[in-house]
């Protein structure tokens, strides 16, 4: 591992680091660059102009997601969008080979230069523990803590089940963005005395992590219907799954297919979560579909949605670029 000291500034980042990667990289003579910062965009140019062979792995759909990034004046998404989308074409060209990690995105990159490999976790066995499911529901919730990743829509949750006199916790692992949002979820866990509901880990190590999942019932995943978001399918589910943890996600037809058609949890609708409520009360007082999602999580990831079904995909690419 080679350290670069990144500058706090976006625009320094880019300008600086961007010729200290292409000297640093060019010392490593290898045989092969990969690569899926967008901001070393101009580093793989300049590699590939060296003469390097270059792999751009793109893990999200950028121009999309530009468009919802709320350290974004309002007035400025559209044109940032466009901008990069100019500025990545550009770069685009230069590239030997482009990594996507949805199939999706072959929609909106050169199919002849393009190859899926899609993200999933690593197949590790694991013996499940019997679960009694007439205990209070504890819900887990792992990744950046954002209104546009269901914050407000999980604490409603929680809300409407300590309403409906059903026993629930909540736990939220993960960075709060922005700083500020931390305060607003603790003013509203006091307004609806949710404190000893909702618990709040912050950012924790991988292991850590590890053991909230296998200590939780359900995981959660209502992220916002956001260009990007429904087009994207986020790893946690599938990390859900392997821990034996039914999944609750938005009803996105890219999730469905994931979760749903695997018998893994239910997909709901997150713009009424009073409509969605009852199916979210059914599923958890049904012990008997708990379990069933539960025995069916492992199963699914290790036969069909673990690394071991892309990584072969990964591997000849490196074979034909060298």
């Known amino acids: 591992m080679i350290p670069i000291h990144l500058p706090k500034s976006r625009l320094v980042r880019f300008l600086v680091v961007t010729f200290k990667m292409w000297v640093k990289a060019l010392g490593t003579k290898a045989a092969i660059y990969h690569f899926h910062d967008p901001e070393l965009m101009f580093c793989g140019v300049l590699l590939r102009l060296s003469g390097k062979k270059v792999i751009f792995d793109i893990h999200e759909n950028i121009r999309l997601s530009l468009q919802s990034k709320d350290w974004l004046p ?4 559209c044109f940032v969008s466009a ?5 990545e074409r550009f770069c685009l060209m230069f590239f030997h080979q482009l990594i996507l990690a949805e199939e999706s995105y072959l929609n909106h990159y050169p199919k002849h230069k393009s190859e899926a490999v899609l993200n999933f ?13 007439n205990s209070a529901i504890r819900f887990v919730y792992s990744g950046v803590i954002h209104p546009l990743r269901g914050i ?3 604490l409603a949750l929680i809300q409407m089940l300590k309403e409906a006199k059903t026993e629930a916790t909540l736990d939220l692992v993960g960075e709060v963005r922005p700083a500020p949002l931390a305060l607003e979820i603790k003013n509203y866990l006091n307004i609806h005395q949710l404190n000893q509901n909702v618990f709040i880990h912050g950012k924790v190590d991988f292991d850590q992590v590890t053991n909230f999942l296998k200590n939780a019932d359900i995981g959660l995943a209502l992220l916002k219907p956001i260009p990007n978001y429904k087009e994207s399918l986020p790893t946690k589910i599938f990390e859900y799954m392997q821990h034996g943890l039914p999944v609750i996600a938005n009803d996105f037809p890219l999730y469905k297919k994931y979760v749903e058609a695997t018998g893994t949890g239910i997909c709901i609708d997150i713009a009424s979560m009073e409509t969605a409520f ?4 059914s599923m958890i007082q049904s012990s008997d579909k708990l379990a ?6 492992p199963k699914t990831v290790t036969e069909n949605y673990s690394w071991k079904t892309q990584e072969q995909k990964l591997l000849s690419v490196y074979q034909n670029l060298t």
Do not use: V
């Open 74 to 77: 309002e007035w400025a998404l």
């Open 121 to 133: 976790p690593l197949a590790k066995p694991m013996e499940l523990p019997e679960k009694k499911w």
């Open 278 to 281: 009852p199916l979210i009360l």
């Open 152 to 154: 407000w829509e999980m």
């Open 292 to 297: 069933m999602m539960r025995g069916n999580g």
């Open 83 to 87: 901008s990069y989308f100019i500025m």
